[in-house]
C-alpha cells in the first residue's frame, strides 16, 4: 500500500511539477502571477470538478467504457492545448510584454 501510495505521488509530482513554470511563461511580467493564479485555479473548478460527475453520469448511462472515451477525448484536447501553447512559443506570442 505504502509503494503504491508514494508512487502515486511521485507521478503526482511529475505533473504538477513543471505546470507552475509552464503557466507563468505564458503570461508578461507585469500579470504573471495573476494569470497564472487564475489559469490553474479556474481549470481546476472548470475543467476538473466536473469530471467525476461525468464520469458517473456516462458509466451510468452507456456504461465503463464510455468513461474511457471520456478520458481519451480529454487527454485528447489537453495534448491539442499543449502543442498549440508550444506553437506560440515558437513564434514569440507567450510571454511577451
Known sequence: MLLFL???LFLMGLTYGPCGTMLASLY???VRYTGSSLSFNLAGI???APAPYAATWLA???GIAAVGGYLCVTALVTAWALWAIGQRQKRGAVGAP
Open 28 to 30: 508578461p511580467v507585469q
Open 6 to 8: 508514494s508512487l502515486g
Open 46 to 48: 472548470l475543467g476538473a
Open 60 to 62: 451510468g448511462k452507456f
